[in-house]
């Protein structure tokens, strides 16, 4: 149904589609009206139809009722920004953590190319591996370059760098990494490789001995530590180890509570290192007198060893012809021997267990003297004192 309007007094018609291109005359004036076809309505700004007029302008559209609740065009579309900016600070947090878990990529200059805090250390000569230690430091370092980093491991460095470095140190990833026990029979007998950092190819890494999972703060003392050397590394320092440089950064995080250290003062540190020293020689001497015995203890429990299997061949000869078996006599000297030597070995590896108690208490006082000398000062090889080896059994002949 179309809508005719007379130009002159405004009087309206109706006419339908089959009337356009014709005229009409208006009742009230006779002015001559044509039907023409309506021009498209334009699209208003909110997505309806308006309708020109000469007088007022855009007119908005008549709306249909709806039986249900109101839906705003305009909440749609907030509701959908507020979507789409929630997706993209998703994905940036992702694209973050996986930055912090793989650690820093090489850039086309050789540093850092996702954006680290810290200068890119500079990459320390490569040599020949002086010894097996350091040669299994390399394959390990090798093994793991690359590698994602430990979640919780990779939160804990985070928080430190922040609080402790002001965020200057580069986002590496933090690895659990069991083969570090390896290393440490490799430096002494019973000593154990709590961390290693480490760089390959321009990759900067952490390494941590899963075995301190037991305990947290150890963890953290342990991560502190090699967050130091990284520290260094940034620097350039690849000279210092655990010298007055090391030892300057360590004790400022001990004072800001970065880790928990074990305190002692100077006088405990002496008083301790003097008793080490003593009960260290009295140690040597009571295990080069068990060496001693038990080198002949075992000379003897060879030499009945072998008595005893002759004495078993004479009488297994015997007893297939009959006739040669050794004397009463000869058995009595032999279970004797034997006898005699299993009294000993019980006294020896009595002996032995009590000197086993003894170096249990040593290298408990050890690791409290070396926890005192590592924190906050750091430690230095040079003043390590190094847990003692266990002294071999003698085992008992039977018959």
């Known amino acids: 149904m179309l809508k005719v309007r007379c130009p002159v007094d405004g009087e309206e018609y109706h006419a339908d589609g089959a009337h356009i291109g014709k005229n009409i005359r208006c009742r009230k004036c006779g002015k001559i009206i044509p039907i023409e076809r309506p021009a498209p309505a334009p699209v208003s700004p909110l997505g309806g139809s308006c309708v020109t007029a000469a ?14 609740p109101p839906r705003v065009l305009g909440d749609r579309r907030l509701l959908a920004a507020i ?12 694209v973050e953590l996986l930055a912090v878990l793989r650690g820093p990529v090489p850039g086309p200059a050789g540093g850092p190319a996702n954006g680290t805090q810290a200068p890119a250390a500079t990459t320390p000569p490569v040599t020949k591996p002086a010894n097996a230690l350091e040669a299994k430091q390399r394959e390990i370092i090798a093994q793991d370059a690359g ?5 919780e491991l990779s939160k804990e460095y985070l928080e430190i760098n922040a609080g402790h470095f002001g965020n200057g140190l580069p986002r ?3 690895i659990w990494e069991p083969k570090l026990g390896e290393l440490g029979p490799l430096i002494a007998e019973g000593f154990t490789e709590e961390g290693l950092t480490a760089q390959y190819n321009n990759r900067l890494f952490i390494l ?14 342990a991560l502190c530590h090699e967050m130091v ?3 260094l590394i940034t620097i350039g320092d690849f000279q210092t180890n655990h010298g007055p440089a090391f030892q300057t950064v360590l004790h400022r995080l001990s004072e800001e509570r970065a880790f928990e250290g074990k305190w002692a003062s100077e006088s405990e540190k002496v008083g301790l290192r003097s008793w080490l020293e003593g009960e260290s020689a009295r140690l040597n001497r009571e295990k080069s007198e068990l060496e001693r015995i038990r080198e002949d203890l075992d000379r003897k429990g060879r030499d009945l060893d072998r008595e005893v299997q002759e004495l078993n061949e004479r009488i297994s000869s015997a007893n297939q012809q009959g006739y040669g078996w050794p004397s009463d006599d000869e058995v009595e000297s032999v279970e004797s021997s034997r006898d005699l030597f299993n009294q ?3 006294e020896f590896n009595a002996r032995v267990e009590e000197y086993d108690g003894g170096q249990a208490r040593f290298n408990h006082r050890v690791n409290s003297y070396n926890l005192m000398m590592s924190y906050p000062d750091g430690l230095d090889e040079e003043s390590a004192i190094r847990p003692r080896p266990a002294v071999r059994r003698v085992p008992l002949r039977s018959r």
Do not use: F, Q
């Open 55 to 68: 007088s007022t302008g855009c007119v908005e559209p008549e709306t249909k009722v709806s039986t249900g």
């Open 83 to 94: 979507w789409c900016l929630g997706a993209l600070i998703v994905v940036i947090l992702l």
């Open 147 to 151: 590698m994602l980093g430990d979640l």
């Open 172 to 174: 590496i990833p933090v």
């Open 208 to 221: 941590l001995n899963p075995a301190l999972r037991l305990d947290r703060r150890e963890v953290r003392r």
């Open 229 to 231: 050397h990284l520290y």
């Open 344 to 346: 000993r070995a019980v």
